[in-house]
């Protein structure tokens, strides 16, 4: 399986109309894709502005072709009036040949990764349930420890994670272009049941479990959480999401 993830930044105020442009639009147009599993548009709870499009692909193939076509294109413009633009301008003339300044539009950030270890392909056939909540937990593992993250992921964090209450489903990814980088991406049932995981003690025994794997500067940190240095690129990134529309077509 392969997943792909587009960052983007909402323009202020037209969040509802993403949300509905991307079930009418997005969500009818991939589930006629050839190898397309599962899309879906999540919120960031960290990040108000920030939203992603997931989608799940039976291969890598399946996932790279569609991003080389012709309608992840369309699809993307058709977004843009959603989006926000960056503060950097260009000068261009306008149509009656006068210069002008615009704002050059914030494109979207896509990744690529390969699903290493899950539980199962998300299915939701008509809507996804009221208050679905996705959390990613992003890592850097350490040269040579890839191979025995995998396999703690597996045998430990897997299973006890599906176990929990609320935990629908799980993936560990790994990105396509950064061997390195891991992320690990949980399904709950709503944001209480994924807070009480993260607040409790389960958390930091997992993350703990596969501390000797993950990169030096982070190893470190884990002895030093008090006095810790500051945010490195090494460190473990917790993002939550509000899960607005997705359907599986597998």
């Not at 003339?93 to 990744?111: A, F, H, I, N």
């Not at 944001?191 to 993350?207: H, V």
């Amino acid at each position: 399986m392969y997943m792909r993830m587009v960052h983007m930044k909402v323009r202020e105020g037209k969040l509802e109309h993403l949300q509905r442009h991307y079930s009418q639009r997005v969500i009818p147009a991939l589930s006629k894709v050839d190898g397309c599993l599962y899309a879906g548009l999540m919120h960031s709870s960290n990040h108000q502005p920030q939203c992603i499009s997931m989608t799940l692909w039976s291969t890598e193939l399946d996932g790279l072709s569609f991003e080389g076509g012709g309608l992840f294109q369309v699809l993307l413009s058709e977004l843009r009036p959603f989006l926000s633009e960056s503060s950097e301008s260009r000068l261009q003339l306008s149509e009656d040949l006068t210069l002008e300044y615009v704002s050059v539009p914030e494109d979207p950030v896509v990744e690529h990764y390969s699903v290493e270890e899950s539980t199962e392909t998300p299915t939701f056939k008509d809507k996804v349930p009221q208050g679905l909540w996705l959390r990613i937990v992003a890592l850097k593992i350490a040269d040579g420890k890839l191979d025995e993250f995998k396999s703690i992921y597996r045998n430990t964090v897997l299973p006890t994670l599906r176990s929990l209450r609320g935990c629908r489903y799980v993936f560990l990814t790994q990105n396509a272009g950064r061997k390195n980088d891991v992320i690990s991406v949980t399904v709950w049932d709503s944001k209480q049941d994924a807070e009480t995981y993260e607040r409790g003690k389960m958390f930091p025994e997992l993350l703990n479990s596969t501390k000797h794997t993950l990169a030096g500067l982070f190893q470190w940190r884990l002895q030093n959480r008090e006095e810790g240095p500051t945010a490195t690129s090494e460190d473990p990134v917790v993002e939550s999401y509000d899960v607005l529309a997705g359907k599986s077509f597998a």
